[in-house]
């Protein structure tokens, strides 16, 4: 597929039932760009679109089997946890219905090591220098970019925005590398968390690590570090004492970002104060991919170390990332989660490793 194609779906705002919630959103969407959450949930598989980017569709252009192994399979920088029971999920009415995150649970998981942060640009850099690996973005040859990220030449010769959500541009040449199409880079972001990963990309660099992705029960217990049912990884309060404690919107999305917190893109992994497990930004900055495919019904599934439907043709995403924001998508809540199929990829959309 040369260049970059808006799947069939996205081209109207219709929740077409080929597009769940990552794309597809009812007309509340579209009125005003920052339509309040309830009124963007539209048909029974769209759901708001949040700040997730839109699907991609195409063929799968690689398998993480083909990737060889690290010389070193060692991992740095994974914070081991006891593991035992908490309570996953949510009943917050702030929640969107389609996206299933309760009711609440008492789920157990085993002992298990995840990485502090996401796996930043300087990480993923040494997994390519070392395997050649080539991204879904560079094979399909196109990302999507947040619009107000995007060089004013490059955004005028974009192609059509997916009219539900205007805001994600496909620009062609953005992949990792290039996070906002050609001549970006990521020289000064080295520390940042690399975007522009689809969860197959993130399979193939955790096969290459000796690590994996930590399922969604795994990764939502990390991020509450220890508190029960708390909306934020530090408390309930967004702003503590008027303190930023992570990277999410503030102003009027999509079009007027204060960087209040200091960032309208990403922010540099070890940003802000980690929570209680030593875990940074597991709120905001970046969605992260984990394991699972996405589903509800979570009481027809075990509750000790659950993996998730066996079935389903999206993955589940979790913390939100530096697009959220109350007026729309109040997803950085620990609770809160969301989805892509995996080989999507988009410049907000990353992962952190888990053993
Ligand atoms: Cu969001």
Redesign the pocket.
């Known amino acids: 597929m040369p260049g970059r194609e808006v799947p069939a779906g996205l081209t109207d705002a219709a929740p077409s039932g080929g597009a769940p919630d990552a794309c597809a959103a009812g007309p509340g969407a579209l009125s005003g760009g920052s339509g309040a959450p309830d009124a963007c949930v539209a048909g029974p598989a769209a759901g708001n679109p949040?700040?997730v980017a839109p699907r991609r569709d195409g063929e799968r252009p690689a398998s993480p089997a083909d990737v060889p192994r690290a010389a070193s399979p060692r991992y740095g920088g994974l914070v081991a946890l006891p593991g035992g029971a908490f309570r996953m999920g949510s009943d917050d009415p702030d929640g969107f219905p389609d996206d299933a995150e309760g009711p609440v649970r008492e789920v157990t998981v085993s002992p298990f090591r995840i990485a502090s942060t996401a796996v930043t640009n300087a990480q993923f850099a040494r997994f390519v220098k070392e395997t050649g690996y080539r991204t879904e973005a560079e094979t399909f040859g196109w990302s999507y970019v947040f619009h107000l990220l995007v060089p004013a030449a490059l955004r005028r010769a974009a192609p059509p925005a997916p009219a539900a959500v205007p805001w994600w541009l496909g620009i062609t040449g953005a992949y990792w590398r290039a996070p906002e199409g050609p001549g970006s880079d990521i020289t000064a972001r080295q520390n940042h968390p690399v975007v522009h990963v689809s969860h197959n990309d993130a399979l193939a660099y955790c096969a290459w690590a000796g690590v994996r992705l930590p399922t969604e029960a795994e990764w939502e217990y990390a991020a509450r570090g220890g508190l029960d049912q708390a909306r934020f990884p530090w408390g309930d309060e967004l702003t503590p004492r008027g303190q930023h404690r992570c990277n999410v919107w503030q102003g009027d999305f999509p079009t007027r970002n204060t960087e209040a917190d200091g960032f309208l893109g990403t922010a540099p992994v070890k940003s802000f104060r980690p929570n209680g497990f030593g875990l940074y930004n597991v709120a905001g900055n970046v969605w992260e991919w984990c394991a699972d495919r996405f589903g509800g019904d979570h009481l027809s599934r075990p509750l000790t170390d659950p993996t998730g439907p066996p079935d389903g043709d999206s993955r589940v995403l979790k913390g939100?990332?530096y697009?959220?924001h109350h007026s729309y998508?109040n997803?950085?809540r620990v609770g809160a989660r969301s989805r892509n199929t995996p080989d999507s990829s988009s410049g907000n959309t990353g992962f952190r490793v888990a053993a």
Request: glycine residues 22%; aromatic residues 12%.
């Open positions: 949040g700040s939100g990332s697009l959220c998508c997803r950085y």
